[in-house]
């Protein structure tokens, strides 16, 4: 049996609190999703500290980070905090479908396995609908 | 170019703000701690947009490069983290007419001076001294916001505060 799984999103503004509800919107209320808001009055120490406990306090859990994006100031604090522990696992771009993706599935396949997942439903989130619509009328 | 003080250094302001709203496609990162934090300059490397260059400099270096006219072909935005930093630049290397104060946020002794800038003692020395060069220290965090003259707000806090009459020349 493998560790048991936590999720952490991190982001600009309050999109972390918000996809955390709407996820529980749909999915219910889950122990194992938390969210840091780094909102304009919070500062990079405060942010980072809040991080770093959160970590810290989940050293014995593997854990999965998702970020908003790339290269802002929730992922400059993660690599700083992230550095040589293996349990955390970061990804950035999160959006709905991953995050429910992730909630269900985690107590049910192992580690690997949820990481691979991730990959995967990550990179077929974004979806151009017209060109999925098109693609169905021709089929026709 | 632009030479943009923030001691966030690279943060989403300046990659969607700046770099990638503005078509900037070079970014320099002049910094004496930096440079020998391999691990902070991969994590930085691999989150800059594609087609954007990117280089850690000391302050040095950056000057000389400057005064080699080294960036002249490219779109380049310098990144320092200090007032400080700024000066040991624009002192070497006179190019520039104006300087972004894009980001100083608050910690330890540091007021806060407008919505983007919180500065201490030495900040304000060195905004003072960057002002006493002739060159304008503009206030804002992304290139959309209206710009404010960095000094000004502060010789108004100064009055307003400690009854400081203060020129802008000390």
């Known amino acids: 049996m493998s560790k048991k799984v936590k999720i952490l999103i991190l982001s600009h503004g309050k999109l972390a609190q918000a996809l955390t509800e709407t996820a529980e919107l749909i999915i219910g209320k889950n122990n194992d999703l938390h969210f840091i808001n780094l909102t304009k009055e919070k500062s990079y120490e405060s942010f980072k500290s809040e991080v770093e406990n959160f970590v810290n306090n989940n050293i014995k859990f593997n854990i999965i980070i998702f970020l908003d994006m790339i290269g802002g100031t929730c992922y400059n604090v993660c690599c700083e905090i992230f550095k040589n522990k293996k349990n955390i696992k970061i990804f950035s771009g999160v959006n709905l479908p991953v995050l429910l993706e992730t909630v269900m599935n985690k107590d049910y396949i192992s580690f690997p396995e949820l990481i691979m997942n991730i990959k995967k439903i990550g990179s077929e989130s974004i979806v151009f609908v017209n060109e999925r619509l098109d693609k169905c009328k021709t089929k026709k | ?170």
């Open chain 2, 1 to 170: 170019m632009i030479l943009r003080i923030d001691d966030r250094l690279v943060h989403g302001q300046v990659i969607t703000g700046w770099v990638k709203s503005l078509n900037l496609n070079n970014i320099i990162v002049a910094n004496n701690k930096l440079i020998k934090d391999e691990y902070k300059i991969s994590a930085t490397k691999i989150a800059i947009p594609t087609g954007v260059d990117i280089e850690f400099l000391t302050i040095a270096k950056t000057a000389k490069a400057l005064n080699e006219n080294k960036w002249e072909k490219k779109q380049t935005i310098i990144l320092v983290e200090s007032p400080k930093d700024a000066y040991e630049i624009l002192k070497r290397a006179p190019v520039f007419k104006t300087v972004n104060v894009g980001g100083l946020h608050l910690r330890n002794h540091r007021f806060q001076l407008t919505d983007n800038i919180a500065i201490d003692t030495e900040d304000e020395k060195y905004l003072l001294m960057i002002h006493n060069l002739g060159i304008t220290l503009e206030g804002r965090a992304l290139p959309t916001d209206e710009p404010y003259n960095v000094i000004e707000v502060l010789s108004e806090y100064m009055k307003k505060n400690y009854g400081i009459n203060r020129n802008s020349k000390i």
